[in-house]
């Protein structure tokens, strides 16, 4: 699966926060098919078609799927 930032934003967030190389290594696992590894899950509600998956225990992301690609939309925090 392919993994695409939506906009300039999320990687400047990720700069700022420090989990860019955590972002990175999720990415290269969700484009290798390591989906568990990750816990890349889908959202309720369902029809939304909006998944999250785990860059590190405090950061998640959240993505859109169209198409066999994700496309990363939000960063966030967990806690």
């Known amino acids: 699966m ?3 930032e939506a906009n300039e934003k ?3 967030y990720l700069q ?3 989990i860019l190389a955590a972002y990175k290594k999720a990415k290269t696992l969700i484009q290798n098919g ?4 990750i816990q890349l ?4 509600p ?6 999250q998956f785990r ?14 690609t994700l496309i ?6 967990h806690q």
Do not use: C, G
């Open 2 to 4: 392919k993994v695409f």
């Open 10 to 12: 999320i990687l400047l």
């Open 16 to 18: 700022d926060h420090q």
């Open 34 to 37: 390591y989906y568990q590894e």
């Open 41 to 44: 899950k889908k959202r309720q």
């Open 46 to 51: 369902k029809s939304k078609n909006i998944y």
């Open 55 to 68: 860059i590190t225990r405090k950061y998640r992301a959240f993505a859109i799927k169209k198409n066999n």
């Open 72 to 77: 990363i939309f939000h960063i966030s925090d």
